[in-house]
């Protein structure tokens, strides 16, 4: 991993992921999935007669579940499980499952609030400060909430989240959709757009999206390799190692639109030593 500077005059928007990204959530949500899984898995032995070891917080999250909407990581846990349950219904579900996590992530948030990662303050107010538009982009249905409880809700001009992907009828990660949203909202097209994103699926959607930078964000140092071959444009450990040049900070001046060229073969868009 390395710094990277982002050039901005070759840039329409800067996306961002919500959990993980922006706020440090992700581990909120790994716990909720846990206590989810884990009481399931107790049951659902009980009953086979089988010793079924644990949700893993850490690898079965980013596997199965990082970035993705609730019901697709429920079913892609499951599966790799070799366990099948009803879409809806009495008893154990899909869509019980899922809902039983976010109730669980719910508490949990209003329990003990939110925190958003200074840095990426940082980046975002310093984004605003050179009238680069930026859009959030998340999986949850409760990123309104998470946001304004991190205190960070005004630095977005858009945010596309599960309610938008539910009632637009779109696809979550590792499908574009929701970034490709965003950027339509904003007035941008992809190739001149940047996301910056943590989970492997994020950096998948964006790179099968034809985004023009893919920032992987790895703060633990364990999927830098894993986010190349997904497609990152380059990966940092923070979003604090992403440097902004250009777009002279002008005082009225308009969002710029229509740019050509995200990235230039004389001037990338991110550069990397």
Not at 15 to 24: A, P, Q
Not at 96 to 104: D, G, W
Not at 185 to 196: D, E
């Amino acid at each position: 991993m390395t710094t990277a500077t982002l050039y901005l005059d070759l840039l329409d928007a800067v996306i961002f992921d919500v959990d993980g990204v922006v706020t440090d959530t992700a581990r909120v949500h790994a716990t909720a999935w846990k206590a989810t899984f884990d009481g399931f898995l107790r049951r659902y032995g009980s009953e086979h007669d089988l010793q079924l070891p644990g949700f893993d917080a850490d690898s079965d999250y980013l596997r199965f579940v990082d970035g993705k909407p609730r019901l697709d990581g429920v079913r892609d846990f499951l599966a790799a499980r070799g366990i099948g349950l009803p879409e809806s219904g009495d008893g154990d579900t899909v869509a019980s499952l899922a809902e039983e996590k976010t109730r669980r992530f719910v508490e949990a948030v209003e329990r003990t609030g939110v925190t958003a990662y200074p840095e990426t303050v940082s980046v975002l107010r310093e984004l605003r400060r050179r009238y680069v538009p930026t859009a959030a982009v998340s999986s949850s249905r409760h990123c309104d909430q998470v946001l304004r409880a991190a205190g960070v809700g005004e630095l977005f001009d858009v945010r596309v989240d599960g309610n938008d992907l539910e009632r637009l009828g779109l696809p979550g990660k590792p499908d574009p959709a929701p970034f490709v949203e965003a950027a339509r909202r904003l007035g941008a097209r992809p190739a001149t757009c940047a996301v910056v994103e943590d989970a492997i699926a994020g950096v998948r959607a964006g790179h099968s999206g034809a985004f023009g930078v893919i920032i992987g964000v790895d703060r633990r140092g364990a999927r830098c390799g894993s986010m190349y071959e997904a497609g990152a444009t380059v990966v940092v450990s923070s979003p604090a190692d992403v440097v902004l040049v250009e777009r002279t900070p002008l005082r009225f001046a308009p969002p710029r639109r229509g740019q050509v060229g995200a990235v230039s073969k004389d001037r990338p868009a991110i550069w990397s030593p």
